[in-house]
């Protein structure tokens, strides 16, 4: 684009060798070039060359709007990399991209798997338990990682959650003179940039709704697992979609409307132990960019919500709060709501009488021991009330 004042440039290990024409004119032309250390080094930007600051900050970049500006990241700039991160902050014309190779593809490649069948995943800057969602048998995942020793923290983290026979692959600086490929761990010091694949063989979690509840760390106040079960099936998670879960408690219907497909979730919760508690579980399960709890007792704080379009009611159901409730959330929002006590089933008798909606009466038993023999012991009825605003 002529009137585009930023060029962004991907880069790989063999440096400006690997650079297109079109790069290397935006270099000779660019006022500033900004990159990480390694990238200003393997291009010789000397003087132009500035640093990204840490943590990343696009603001350098945006106070030289209108000037010519080339930023360097590696590979694809829109995978992984700085060129997503920038555009919010950029209009159309502003910018072009000129893309390399990413390390995903050079990895597949030198690998022999097929790209489209391989999850890829930037763990460089994100905790491990990213992997737990998508980690099964016959899985395979490329992911870039943050450094050297990174690749033995890895290890260690498959082995204790659940795939100690992961089958681990170390592929550093991919597409440069230094390139090296090493089955398992590598015996000495591991150079940058450094990606692992990764081919699963173990068991991964259950793709089904209602997870086992020894899964979840809890106090006891958690929903089951048969009725969590039915609870997702009731508040139906698609893509794209916000649940406000009200009353999280230890965080389990929210983690599993987040496995199930749901984009975010805004939980509250007044007791400190308990949403403690749920950022722990929310956090294990790798879903913490996903997933806000703040620690208060709805009716407050819900305008400070993003705008949900399903709504489950777990905990701290009041007249009060439907009430609130049925004010704020906009017309469609689905409203899922458990009833234990008999307060709180008489609120949901008389809501359900004025706003219509579907009511489920849930009465399990499970088989317990009764001296030496066996019989059913029956948990408390739940009435659950499903409606759309």
């Known amino acids: 684009m002529r009137d585009a004042w930023l060029t962004i440039i991907g880069l790989n290990e063999d440096g400006p060798a690997g650079l ?9 032309d660019a006022k500033t070039v900004f990159g990480g250390p390694r990238h200003l080094d393997l291009i010789g930007a000397g003087d132009k060359g500035q640093a990204w600051p840490v943590p990343f900050d696009p603001t350098p970049v945006l106070a030289q709007r209108g000037t010519p500006v ?3 990241a590696s590979g694809d700039p829109f ?3 700085a060129g997503g991160s920038l555009m919010a902050h950029l209009t159309p014309g502003e910018w072009v991209s000129h893309p390399a190779p990413s390390t995903f593809q050079l990895a597949a490649n030198r690998l022999g798997w097929r790209l489209e069948e391989t999850i890829c995943l930037g763990l460089h800057a994100a905790p491990f338990a990213r992997l737990r969602p998508v980690l099964g048998k016959g899985v395979r995942v490329i992911c870039t990682l943050r450094d050297g020793s990174a690749v033995a923290e890895l290890s260690a983290w498959l082995a204790t959650n659940g795939h100690p026979n992961a089958r681990l692959t170390v ?11 090493t089955p398992g761990l590598p015996d000495d010091p591991i150079g940058a940039p450094v990606s692992a694949a990764i081919e699963a063989t173990d068991p991964g979690l259950p793709r089904a709704s209602g997870l086992p509840d020894e899964l979840f760390q809890h106090d006891g106040q958690i929903t089951k697992r048969p009725v969590r079960a039915l609870t997702l099936s009731a508040l139906a998670p698609r893509p794209g979609e916000v649940l406000w879960d009200i009353g999280a408690g230890s ?3 929210g983690i599993e409307w987040l496995l199930a497909g749901g984009a975010r979730v805004e939980a509250l919760e007044a007791d400190p132990a308990r949403a403690a508690r749920a950022r722990g579980n929310v956090d294990s399960f790798g879903l913490s960019h996903r997933h806000r ?5 709805a009716p407050e704080g819900l305008e400070r919500l993003s705008r949900p379009d399903t709504v489950f009611i777990g905990g701290g159901a009041s007249d009060a709060l439907l ?8 017309p469609g929002t689905r409203l899922v709501m458990n009833a234990v006590t008999l307060e709180t089933e008489a609120l949901v008798l008389d809501w359900s009488a004025r706003q219509g909606g579907d009511l489920l ?4 038993s499970e088989a317990a021991p009764i001296g030496r023999k066996r019989g059913w012991r029956a948990a408390l009825p739940i009435l659950q009330w499903s409606v759309s605003r």
Do not use: M, N, Q, Y
């Open 20 to 28: 297109a024409p079109a790069s290397h004119a935006a270099l000779a």
């Open 70 to 72: 080339v930023v360097l």
């Open 323 to 330: 009430a609130r409730l049925w004010d704020l959330i906009p």
């Open 251 to 253: 965080g389990s219907v």
């Open 361 to 364: 009466k849930v009465e399990l």
């Open 293 to 297: 709890l703040t620690e208060i007792r």
């Open 79 to 81: 995978w992984f990399g």
């Open 171 to 181: 592929l550093e600086c991919l597409g440069g003179p230094r390139e090296r490929i």
